[in-house]
């Protein structure tokens, strides 16, 4: 299934409205209700970052993920945020290829530029596998643990 998801990277720009709303109805979905997490998605960083999408052969959106550029979120670094797979698609595989997909981007984008993201502690080893290393202490974020952590660029994407 997830190699069939036609993959798309642009500006704030490229959503329509109809793609702009499913983007945050997915965010919502996940993060504030399937995740019972009160927090604010429109943290007003969209507007100036790349969003990568992933759809079905029906046009339905089913990952996302956010790159946020350098100076934005993080100093010196591209933050890689609201990364989500639709529930109904989980555990077959499709995140890898989310992630695989946003590191391509990211490098496409920012060439040399090494990445910062802010996990769920649950989903480090995750990150971990992609050559992120832990960077903070855990703290929580909208009621659930996080740790911050950071992949450097000698980290080449293969």
């Known amino acids: 299934m997830a190699s069939l998801l036609q993959w798309q990277c642009h500006d704030f720009d490229g959503f329509t409205i109809f793609s702009l709303y499913e983007m945050l109805s997915l965010r919502d979905r996940v993060f504030v209700l399937e995740q019972q997490s009160i927090y604010g998605d429109l943290d007003g960083l969209d507007q100036g970052a790349w969003h990568i999408s992933g759809r079905d052969c029906a046009g339905k959106l089913q990952a996302y993920a956010r790159l946020v550029p350098p100076g934005q979120k993080y100093p010196d670094a591209v933050g890689i945020t ?40 649950s989903a480090s080893g995750f990150y971990q596998a992609f050559g992120f290393i832990q960077i903070s202490a855990p703290y929580d974020d ?17």
Not at 90 to 105: A, D
Not at 142 to 158: E, K, N, W, Y
């Open 82 to 121: 609201r990364v989500v797979v639709s529930p109904e698609l989980r555990g077959r595989g499709i995140g890898q290829f989310l992630f695989r997909e946003t590191l391509q981007q990211c490098e496409r984008l920012f060439p040399g530029t090494c990445q910062k993201l802010s996990a769920q502690v």
């Open 142 to 158: 909208g009621g659930i643990l996080h740790v911050d952590m950071q992949r450097d660029v000698s980290h080449a994407f293969q």
